[in-house]
């Protein structure tokens, strides 16, 4: 689900319980990223917001997914999956032509991007979206 400016609070909530709260994330710091042009994706489970996707607009027709996040208690349950699969999908209804992202120093999760057809390239995952 696309969240909206309404869901700020939520989205900086799951933001700082699945990443670090030593780098907390705030109501307004998220309403600033989606006022720069960020758009947050909000998996849902039980009618709760668990996951999060954020993805940054990189020119016209290119994408960076820059944060997947789901709550601890809600991992291994296929939720990061379903949340990247929604927004490769918005990217494509949208006619983007390829999606970038950084995994950083968590090279492990490379498997689970190429499970979804990024490839890596010059250190940087990609999956170039086609009609």
């Keep these: 689900m696309e969240a909206g400016r309404t869901e700020a609070h939520h989205l900086a909530v799951v933001l700082n319980e699945a990443y670090s709260p030593s780098q907390p994330w705030s109501e307004q710091q998220v309403l600033t990223e989606m006022d720069s042009g ?5 998996g849902i489970y039980a009618e709760h917001p668990v996951a999060v996707l954020k993805m ?23 939720l990061a999956r379903e949340l990247m699969l929604e927004g490769i999908n918005w990217c494509a209804i949208r006619s983007k032509t390829a999606i970038t992202l950084d995994p950083g120093d968590r090279s492990e999760l490379n498997s689970f991007f190429e499970s979804l057809d990024f490839a890596a390239v010059d250190g940087r995952m990609t999956l170039r979206i086609t009609s």
Aim: aromatic share 10%; net charge negative.
């Design 38 to 42: 960020a758009t947050f994706m909000m």
């Design 56 to 78: 940054v607009p990189s020119g016209d027709q290119r994408v960076e997914f820059t944060d997947l996040g789901v709550l601890p208690i809600y991992r291994r349950e296929g």
